[in-house]
């Protein structure tokens, strides 16, 4: 049985920052991502890392390039989304899934706004 947790979402002001955190249990996956969908729009790949937790290979959106960085650390089997420079279009709820598991979190809302 696999379970994720997602935490760490809040409401934040253009600028700020947010540190999501994403605890799985069952197993340790290869890769896993960060996902988010806004509302009225589909679920989209923010970020993704292997199980090497290099954080050099990892893959972002083209829209957070730069401002969005993705860790691991496998001895707490948690994922991690460090989130700075945050636009009113980052707003969305946040989803962590291991690469094409098909499993899913609660997600975790983050609301940029002033």
């Known amino acids: 049985q696999v379970q994720l947790v997602e935490s760490g979402g809040g409401l934040v002001q253009p600028g700020g920052s947010l540190r999501l955190s994403c605890a799985a249990s069952?197993?340790?996956?290869?890769?896993m991502g960060w996902y988010r969908q806004a509302p009225g729009k589909q679920r989209e790949l923010v970020a993704r890392?292997?199980?090497?937790?290099?954080?050099?290979?990892?893959d972002y959106a083209d829209s957070v390039k730069g401002r969005f960085t993705i860790s691991r650390d496998n001895a707490k089997n948690t994922v991690y989304l460090q989130m700075n420079s945050l636009k009113p279009e980052d707003t969305a709820v946040y989803y962590c899934?291991?690469?094409?598991?098909?499993?899913w979190g609660q997600g975790t809302q983050v609301t940029v706004s002033s």
């Open positions: 899934s291991p690469w094409g598991s098909g499993y």
């Open positions: 890392i292997t199980s090497y937790g290099r954080t050099d290979l990892a």
């Open positions: 069952g197993s340790i996956f290869s890769i």
